[in-house]
């Protein structure tokens, strides 16, 4: 089965590059646990954000449909620095946990399944 993001492993390396200028610039460490610790903070500013455009917060609705959209890129890169950090095989386990599926749908002859 061919990787199904193919070209993963060249857009976290961008998303290293950034990273590592932001070490860089403002002096952090990014050893150990930090990258889970990010992820938990962005995961906190995504939850607020999401109230805040669900109008359950005492933040203003205007924009907040953008700031979810900005936390939701912020967890993603998150994610994927920390699975570099880890040398966690992201194509892989999606292929495992996820992507296992399709067969399992196709055999039920699923209408929904759309092969690529």
Same mark, same amino acid.
């Given at each position: 089965?061919?990787? *199904?993001? *193919? ?103 699923? *209408? ?5």
């Amino acid at each position: 089965m061919s990787q *199904p993001l *193919p070209e993963l492993e060249a857009f976290v390396d961008r998303l290293k590059a950034i990273s590592d200028r932001y070490q860089r610039v403002y002096d952090v460490d990014r050893s150990g646990d930090w990258h889970l610790i990010k992820v938990q903070e962005e995961m906190g500013e995504l939850t607020q954000a999401y109230l805040a455009m669900t109008g359950r917060s005492r933040r203003s609705v205007d924009g907040a449909r953008h700031d979810v959209a900005m936390e939701m890129a912020d967890v993603i890169c998150m994610v994927l620095l920390m699975a570099r950090s880890e040398g966690i095989d992201l194509n892989a386990a999606i292929t495992e946990k996820w992507l296992k599926w399709e067969q399992v749908m196709a055999d039920e002859g699923a *209408p929904e399944l759309i092969r690529a």
